[in-house]
């Protein structure tokens, strides 16, 4: 037979009393495990969205008063959650290399040929993320209602520095009072002049408005900034350059970014910001209602930017 077992006995060790579970207890254990939940679904979010704190992008501008400028802050913090600090300059050379030396993460600024010089001069490779606008490059006379009207041997001012004598020189050919050796290009001198109907004067572009509302001139070649603060009007112009056209293409106003930040998609959309109604409002008022808006894919830019750029490897040869 097997042996009986033997029962415990009474130990010494003092013991525990048994847990009871009251109403105080479940309501504490409730609310540890709620902070918990709570605390595991914050870092969830913030895992996923990146940390609670905002992104901060610094462009630079020439025109950081303008109004416009602030509404596009305001839509960057609250369709992308994007903090947009701006870096104003009053000296056309300076974003370019600012933007180089990583002191800003982009411009808006230039168009595509002022970039492409700039790249071909400097040896750098900013790209283009976006496209702004275009302002077409009105021939201005208050003396004659039309082009036809304009007489031969008619004086006619243009702006004597490189990108704006060029695009003047274009805009006359588009207008057929005078022809550019082999078409010309973004490039184009007067030295480039084969045929003339008119005879050219070269100004400063500071210069151009003042001599034909002057009437030294019969009709002058006026950049925007120039006409609107001279107060000539779109009535003034008697041509212009077609602002879809391939002639206008190099002179698109872009979003630059340094090569390597040229497909973030931040930027992109920062870019795409700039053709928001309110946005679009803004520039017009700026600018006179001058402003021509273009939506060009980033590649399309790039794919003008680099034939420009080639245009201006070939002229400083």
């Known amino acids: 037979m097997s042996e009986s077992p033997i029962a415990d006995e009474p130990s010494n060790a003092p013991q525990l009393p048994p847990r ?9 254990l409730a609310s540890v495990a709620l902070v918990l939940v709570a605390g595991l679904v914050v870092a969830l979010v913030l895992s996923f969205s990146g940390g609670s704190k905002s992104k901060t992008v610094s462009i630079g501008v020439t025109d950081g008063s303008q109004p416009y400028w602030k509404t596009f802050a305001a839509l960057a913090k609250k369709k992308l959650g994007v903090n947009v600090k701006y870096v104003n300059f009053t000296d056309y050379s300076q974003p370019n290399p600012a933007l180089k030396e990583k002191r800003l993460d982009l411009n808006q600024f230039q168009h595509i040929q002022y970039l492409a010089d700039y790249n071909v001069t400097a040896h750098d490779d900013l790209q283009p993320v976006g496209a702004t606008a275009v302002y077409p490059l009105p021939l201005y006379s208050l003396k004659y209602e ?23 020189l274009l805009v006359l050919q588009a207008a057929k009072l005078l022809t550019l050796k082999d078409g010309g290009t973004t490039f184009s001198s007067t030295s480039d002049v084969t045929t003339h109907k008119v005879e050219l004067v070269t100004l400063d572009a500071s210069q151009t408005a003042r001599a034909v509302q002057s009437g030294s001139v019969a009709a002058s070649v006026v950049n925007n900034n120039f006409a609107t603060s001279a107060k000539l009007s779109e009535s003034d112009a008697i041509f212009q350059d077609d602002p879809k056209s391939a002639v206008a293409a190099p002179y698109v106003n872009v979003f630059a970014s340094r090569a390597a930040d040229k497909d973030d998609p931040t930027y992109r959309k920062l870019a795409a910001l700039y053709q ?10 700026a600018n006179g209602g001058t402003a021509v808006f273009r939506k060009q894919s980033p590649g399309q830019l790039r794919s003008e930017l680099a034939k420009v750029e080639k245009q201006a490897e070939a002229a400083k040869k």
């Open 20 to 28: 009871r579970w009251n109403r105080r207890n479940v309501a504490l």
């Open 276 to 285: 928001d109604p309110s946005v679009q409002k803004g520039v017009q008022k």
């Open 146 to 168: 039309s082009l036809s009207a304009l007489p031969d041997g008619a004086k006619v001012a243009i702006p004597n520095d490189e990108v704006n004598e060029a695009r003047a």
